[in-house]
T-cell receptor, first 114, second 109 residues
């Protein structure tokens, strides 16, 4: 399996809802990433996990809460989001420290906050 | 801090014409550079990386450290090349990718 998968593909939520995005890879990669991408803009890095530990948090608001339960899974828990948080959320993975730096991207979850 | 600049937001060429997408970077260390492509309704995928020096789908890119550039070139554009192209720099110290703003390439019939 050489793909990063993400569920759900689409998500619509209200500002008071709690939801989670899920990302999975079975390539043995030890670094996983969350990005936010607005239309026609480049991906913006949100979080980096390296060997299941959070290594980078790009000053993301606390209404986004990442979790890495194991080396294959990455979750993004969402709570009390704002309409401006509507975007495509991308997950990516790479081999990790001292390995190949190529990042493999998932198809994304398109999030709409009402 | 690292920075990647793609000066052209939009670029249109006719089928069969040469195409060049510009990318300039600033980075204090030894750069590792990539070109990623995002076709309509598809995931972001790697097109090229400077360390492999290979040609993918007819595209090539050469790292010019003197000009701090990594321009993407193809001698004969095809309609299926129409996509958003992102130049990206990997920072070894921060261990993260920095993307340029992207160039939307349209190849006209």
């Amino acid at each position: 399996d050489t793909e990063v998968t993400q569920t759900p593909k689409h998500l619509v939520m209200g500002m008071t809802n709690k939801k989670s995005l899920k990302c999975e890879q079975h390539m043995g990669h030890r670094a996983m990433y969350w990005y936010k991408q607005k239309a026609k803009k480049p991906p913006e890095l949100m979080f980096v996990y390296s060997y299941e530990k959070l290594s980078i948090n790009e000053s993301v608001p606390s209404r986004f809460s990442p979790e890495c339960p194991n080396s294959s899974l990455l979750n993004l828990h969402l709570h009390a989001l704002q309409p401006e948080d509507s975007a495509l959320y991308l997950c990516a993975s790479s081999q990790g420290a001292s390995g190949d730096n190529e990042q493999f991207f998932g198809p994304g979850t398109r999030l709409t906050v009402l | 801090a690292q920075r990647v600049t793609q000066p052209e937001k939009l670029l249109s060429v006719f089928k069969g014409a040469p195409v060049e997408l510009k990318c300039n970077y600033s980075y204090s260390g030894s750069p590792e550079l990539f070109w990623y492509v995002q076709y309509s309704r598809q995931r972001l995928q790697l097109l090229l990386r400077h360390i492999s020096r290979e040609s993918i789908k007819g595209f090539t890119a050469d790292l010019n450290k003197g000009e701090t550039s990594f321009h993407l070139k193809k001698p004969f554009a095809q309609e299926e090349d129409s996509a958003m192209y992102y130049c990206a720099l990997f920072s070894g110290s921060a261990r993260q990718l920095t993307f340029g703003s992207g160039t939307q390439l349209t190849v006209l019939p």
